[in-house]
């Protein structure tokens, strides 16, 4: 039987097995799909001397950029954004060959775009991991300024602290890129000052579970609109499938 995966961790609120499972099972596909909770990346040539048969995994949080060591090969998305969430899998002679790519980008992108009017000409990152440099890329690629902002200040980014009123008036495009407000930590958020959010602000949660992350409620408290990130996981699912089919 073909096998497909994930790894990261903690695995408990995975969306992917669940989606790829529902997935065979809608379309009479032979296959299955199995999360692999590991905690250090470097468990992950163990992993495949156990499972000589994997075709292909998704790579999630803490590990899309750590994994780049273990790939062979790249594609030019997963260079630039310098992290990477989905694996092609190729053996011969029992050796296994990693081919990296980003599905993130391509989710977040056409989820987005609906969204976006004139106004959002410059975004907040907020977050610093490999899923916010996917999103960096991806605004690149859509002439969108950006900035990124973390708990602590760096040479590209701010803190929160620095987000001022006049930031908050030229950045109208947030992305919550950390972990803060998935279940079950749904009562947090990330510190900005929401007061200033205003009706020609776009606020884009990557989290899916709850539906309405504290971030997005207080956004739409402010006028504001909001998007979860269960589309965008819809959408890089699909493509992850297309390149392990490819």
Same mark, same amino acid.
């Given at each position: 039987?073909?096998?497909?995966?994930?790894?990261?961790?903690?695995?408990?609120? %995975?969306?992917?097995?669940?989606?790829?499972?529902?997935?065979?099972?809608?379309?009479? !596909?032979? =296959?299955?799909?199995?999360?692999?909770?590991?905690?250090?990346?470097?468990? #992950?040539?163990?992993?495949?001397?156990?499972?000589? *048969?994997? =075709?292909?995994?998704?790579?999630?949080?803490?590990?899309?950029?750590?994994?780049?060591?273990?790939?062979?090969?790249?594609?030019?998305?997963?260079?630039?954004?310098?992290?990477?969430?989905? !694996?092609?899998?190729?053996?011969?002679?029992?050796?296994?060959?990693?081919?990296?790519?980003?599905?993130? #980008?391509?989710?977040?992108?056409?989820?987005?775009?609906?969204?976006?009017?004139?106004?959002?000409?410059?975004?907040?990152?907020?977050?610093?991991?490999?899923?916010?440099?996917?999103? =960096?890329?991806?605004?690149? /690629?859509?002439?969108?300024?950006?900035? *990124?902002?973390?708990?602590?200040?760096?040479?590209?980014?701010?803190?929160?602290?620095? !987000?001022? %009123?006049?930031?908050?008036?030229?950045?109208?495009?947030?992305?919550?890129?950390?972990?803060?407000?998935?279940?079950?930590?749904?009562?947090?958020?990330?510190?900005?000052? *929401?007061?200033?959010?205003?009706?020609?602000? /776009?606020?884009?949660?990557?989290?899916?579970?709850?539906?309405?992350? #504290?971030?997005?409620?207080?956004?739409?408290?402010?006028?504001?609109?909001?998007?979860?990130? #269960?589309?965008?996981?819809?959408?890089?699912?699909?493509?992850?499938?297309?390149?392990?089919?490819?």
């Amino acid at each position: 039987m073909r096998t497909f995966g994930l790894i990261g961790f903690p695995l408990a609120q %995975s969306f992917s097995q669940k989606y790829f499972t529902q997935k065979f099972e809608n379309e009479n !596909i032979d =296959a299955r799909y199995l999360n692999f909770e590991i905690e250090n990346i470097d468990e #992950l040539p163990a992993l495949l001397n156990q499972h000589p *048969y994997i =075709a292909g995994f998704s790579v999630t949080i803490p590990h899309k950029e750590k994994v780049l060591k273990y790939l062979d090969e790249m594609d030019e998305t997963a260079q630039k954004a310098g992290a990477c969430n989905a !694996i092609k899998v190729t053996w011969e002679n029992k050796i296994p060959k990693l081919t990296g790519y980003n599905t993130d #980008l391509i989710g977040f992108s056409e989820s987005i775009k609906p969204l976006l009017q004139k106004h959002h000409q410059k975004a907040l990152i907020l977050g610093t991991g490999g899923a916010a440099k996917a999103i =960096a890329h991806a605004f690149r /690629l859509m002439d969108i300024d950006y900035k *990124y902002v973390s708990r602590t200040k760096g040479s590209d980014s701010l803190c929160y602290s620095d !987000i001022t %009123s006049e930031i908050m008036k030229d950045y109208t495009v947030l992305v919550n890129c950390t972990p803060l407000g998935m279940f079950p930590n749904i009562n947090t958020c990330p510190d900005i000052p *929401y007061n200033l959010v205003t009706d020609k602000h /776009l606020l884009y949660d990557l989290t899916y579970n709850p539906p309405t992350t #504290l971030f997005m409620q207080k956004g739409i408290e402010q006028g504001a609109t909001t998007k979860n990130g #269960l589309d965008m996981l819809h959408l890089q699912a699909e493509a992850a499938w297309k390149i392990w089919n490819s």
